[in-house]
T-cell receptor, first 113, second 116 residues
Framework: EPEVTQTPSHQVTQMGQEVILRCVPISNHLYFYWYRQILGQKVEFLVSFYNNEISEKSEIFDDQFSVERPDGSNFTLKIRSTKLEDSAMYFC???????????FGPGTRLTVL | GDSVTQMEGPVTLSEEAFLTINCTYT??????LFWYVQYPGEGLQLLLK?????DKGSNKGFEATYRKETTSFHLEKGSVQVSDSAVYFC???????????????FGQGTILTVHP
């Protein structure tokens, strides 16, 4: 069964460093999302992406964040200069249709020291 | 803005007990409602959904009914099993259009532990 994959499963980085979180969505899906969950808090929407551009972003998704679909299969989230408060579980999701079921990856746990 | 509130957890039950996890929402539009489940070490999986008032979503013995009058979508199961131990998330999505592109708004999640 097709699934969304994410790498790495755990990333540890120093404050101020750049990190790239990678996702491989389901191959025929068209809509892509990033969410995050700070430990003990809600899963929060970060950004949605369609047709090679951002379709919606939250207040969290500031200039330090960017997304890219570089090669038609990967979907990446870059954090340019990580802060302590960026420590969270980051989930990628993809969907075939707008408002269709979103399929989630297992997440990447980001720890910023 | 849109929001989802779930009952406080964690919830601990014995096998074959009845489960209810409460979920209420506020939304500016007419949302679709979802329950997602996260098993240890895995991503979120859609458990069930309902897209209009009085719809009942069901899957794997779990049920939830979209109640517009009480803005609720409570999750129930008549007889839980040890394998149901997981984190359960209530979520909503306002239909695309205007400024919405299908994003999910989640509740805080409820940890369910079922003992033999």
């Amino acid at each position: 069964e097709p699934e969304v994959t994410q790498t790495p499963s755990h990333q540890v980085t120093q404050m101020g460093q750049e990190v790239i979180l990678r996702c491989v969505p389901i191959s025929n899906h068209l809509y892509f999302y990033w969410y995050r969950q700070i430990l003990g808090q809600k899963v929060e929407f970060l950004v949605s992406f369609y047709n090679n551009e951002i379709s919606e972003k939250s207040e969290i998704f500031d200039d330090q964040f960017s997304v890219e679909r570089p090669d038609g299969s990967n979907f990446t989230l870059k954090i340019r200069s990580t802060k302590l408060e960026d420590s969270a579980m980051y989930f990628c999701a993809s969907s075939l249709r707008l408002n269709g079921e979103q399929f989630f990856g297992p997440g990447t746990r980001l720890t910023v020291l | 803005g849109d929001s989802v509130t779930q009952m406080e957890g964690p919830v601990t039950l014995s096998e074959e007990a009845f489960l209810t996890i409460n979920c209420t929402y506020t939304a500016t539009g007419y949302p679709s409602l979802f329950w997602y489940v996260q098993y240890p070490g895995e991503g979120l999986q859609l458990l069930l959904k309902a897209t209009k008032a009085d719809d009942k979503g069901s899957n794997k013995g779990f049920e939830a009914t979209y109640r517009k009058e009480t803005t609720s979508f409570h999750l129930e199961k008549g007889s839980v099993q040890v394998s149901d131990s997981a984190v359960y998330f209530c979520a909503l999505s306002v239909p695309a259009g205007g400024t919405s592109y299908g994003k999910l708004t989640f509740g805080q999640g409820t940890i369910l532990t079922v003992h033999p």
